[in-house]
């Protein structure tokens, strides 16, 4: 069986690398696996895994080459001859809508975000199966977009447990990082996402400083790459750090490759969304590498919160409300090894792509 995604890039973010993923597994699985997109870093890895990569414009919304790209799309369509389509965003599933006009494919889609609700959005729930990471974003497609719930799928993202885990780590790195940051009796307090207002960097930088003023121990890092449309919001939080008292305690890293290392370092992740999360996929992951998680209690984060157990919430922009619940959670005797075992019960990739594949040979019969 041969399966198609398309996704209008390939570069850094949760929902590129849950494709990548994917198309591993299913290349393991014996399905023939390609994925259609602009491009972009992660092009590399799916081929290396096996996969065939398409490059085709399905990120661009300019209308007026929409119909030039579509014909590209169809052409594409035409030489690869899939069994089935999996549309992962809006601007490809509405290309897909024309260019199948003549193919009848069947169609999955997967809803990864609280899109604004009109015709336009709408698109995500013309499929004849629909996937969903959240609860939360289930209730949202059935409440607003009017979706079928027979169609809907509700399947956690998958957190690949044979990298996450506590027992193959990079200690070179892990010892270079501690020296080279000072990191000898501190605690260290990670912000995982990507440079952008809705993530909220500055409300865990105020917590932060608020907190550090009455302890000497803790140090924060943000890592996520700097979108270059955003620059004025990262130089908004530099401004907030240099004219602080604590301007050495607080490390901008960027994008990092070291991501179980760095949470195996941690003793806290904090997730502060001001929008509703429709999975939050590096908090699952701190979860997997059992560091309690502090989040906004809006979107898929209830799934993965449970109070006490492995984090706690805060409401959203309240710094003094985030500060107090660091210095809580730093003392709170969190069991690591049951945030672990919560983790990996309820997101690992093998549950993803089971639930995958079991949509995907529903079909099968109609081929």
Not at 89 to 100: D, G, I, L, Y
Not at 219 to 245: A, C, W
Request: positive net charge; hydrophobic residues 40%; aromatic residues 10%.
């Amino acid at each position: 069986m041969k399966i198609v995604q398309l996704i209008p890039e390939l570069n850094e973010g949760g929902v590129e690398r849950g494709v990548v993923e994917l198309s591993r597994e299913l290349v393991k699985l014996g399905f023939e696996s390609v994925v259609i997109s602009n491009g972009g870093k992660l092009v590399e890895q799916l081929e290396r895994d096996g996969s065939l990569h398409v490059k085709v414009n399905v990120c661009s919304k300019n209308v007026l080459t929409a119909p030039w790209r579509i014909w590209k799309l169809y052409q594409a369509l035409q030489n690869i001859k899939p069994d089935l389509l999996h549309v992962r965003s809006r601007v490809p599933a509405w290309m897909v809508f024309f260019a199948n006009k003549l193919l009848h494919l069947p169609i999955v889609s997967t809803v990864h975000g609280f899109n604004s609700v009109n015709r336009y959005s709408a698109i995500m729930v013309k499929a004849d199966q629909i996937i969903c990471a959240s609860s939360f974003l289930k209730t949202h497609i059935i409440k607003h977009f009017h979706a079928d719930p027979s169609k809907i799928h509700l399947i956690p993202r998958g957190i690949d447990f044979n990298y996450f885990n506590t027992h193959e780590l990079d200690t070179k790195f892990m010892e270079t990082f501690q020296h080279e940051h000072h990191l000898t009796h501190k605690r260290v307090i990670l912000h995982v996402a990507r440079i952008t207002h809705w993530k909220d960097q500055a409300t865990t930088i105020r917590a932060f400083l608020e907190l550090r003023a009455k302890r000497d121990d803790i140090k924060l890092f943000f890592v996520g790459g700097i979108d270059p449309k955003r620059l004025s919001y990262f130089e908004e939080l530099q401004r907030l750090v240099f004219d602080s008292d604590f301007a050495k305690d607080i490390v901008f890293l960027g994008s990092q490759s070291k991501m179980k290392e760095l949470y195996a370092l941690a003793d806290l992740t904090i997730s502060a969304s001001t929008k509703p999360e429709t999975f939050g996929r590096a908090n699952v992951e701190s979860l997997a590498m059992g560091v309690p998680l502090l989040a906004t209690p809006i979107g898929a984060t209830q799934d993965y919160i449970k109070e006490g157990e492995t984090g706690f919430f805060f409401e959203p922009k309240n710094h003094t409300s985030l500060a107090s619940l660091m210095q809580k959670a730093l003392e709170y005797p969190f069991n690591k090894q049951k945030i672990q075992a919560f983790a990996k019960t309820h997101f690992s990739l093998e549950q993803m792509v089971e639930k995958n594949v079991a949509i995907y040979t529903t079909f099968s019969s109609d081929l």
